[in-house]
């Protein structure tokens, strides 16, 4: 196979496309998205990259490790487990896809169709965090992807930071509510517009404790958010 020309090989000096010589092959931003909140195995990915071989998830992973973007990790588990987690450097790819997220969202159709993972949830939650001035009091948030068989919960806490709502992976301390949902199912009471409730009786959703702390959050995405 002939190697791979990139845009710094046909002479172009712009940073936004040596970067694109990176990150800019179908899936790779994709396979970044469900790093950015903490490791994954290798199953853990093939799972939530939808669509994507396992040969063309090694392929992705590979040039990513050699850009320096993500690196291999070993699990505390007992088993050792191998995964991969993004560096540092990695990291700075959240602030890229929110961007390309509020891009797309102020074009002339911002509709979306299929369905969004825990995490990938998780993070458009953080791109359009809206402001809480008045603080929100510890809530949980344990979402899964109902498209898996068998689907595992991911933990994630909400809280304020500087005025807007913050989320974060982690078991949340002394929640005073907690929301179990499918994770396209959130996502479409909050940017879609599904009222709480209809999702709550479809039993995609699901809220114990305070519930006005979870509809308030809801109310901030309806009023603050552009989705």
């Not at 991969?84 to 911002?110: F, H, I, K």
């Not at 009471?189 to 519930?211: C, I, K």
Request: net charge neutral; aromatic share 6%.
């Amino acid at each position: 196979m002939p190697a791979k020309l990139t845009y710094a090989h046909h002479g172009d000096a712009c940073r936004a496309a040596n970067a694109l010589d990176l990150v800019g092959d179908r899936w790779t931003l994709i396979v970044v998205r469900e790093l950015l909140l903490g490791p994954k195995r290798f199953a853990d990915l093939q799972e939530s990259v939808r669509g994507i071989t396992p040969a063309v998830l090694s392929d992705r992973l590979r040039s990513l490790r050699q850009a320096g973007i993500v690196d291999q990790v070993t699990l505390t588990d007992l088993a050792r487990t191998r995964a991969y987690a993004v560096t540092e450097w990695g990291r700075g790819l959240e602030s890229v896809l929110a961007s390309l997220g509020r891009w797309y969202t102020s074009g002339p159709d911002p509709r979306t169709s299929g369905g969004m993972t825990p995490d990938a949830m998780v993070l458009a939650m953080r791109t359009m965090a809206p402001p809480v001035p008045e603080g929100l009091p510890s809530t949980a948030l344990r979402l899964y992807d109902a498209r898996q068989p068998d689907p595992p919960v991911r933990e994630y806490r909400l809280t304020t930071v500087d005025g807007l709502l913050d989320v974060r992976p982690g078991v949340a301390v002394d929640p005073v509510a907690t929301v179990t949902a499918d994770s396209t199912a959130w996502s479409e009471v909050l940017f879609g517009g599904l009222p709480l409730t209809d999702a709550e009786r479809a039993g995609t959703v699901r809220v114990e404790g305070d519930r006005d702390t979870v509809t308030r959050v809801v109310r901030h995405y309806l009023t603050d958010a552009r989705p």
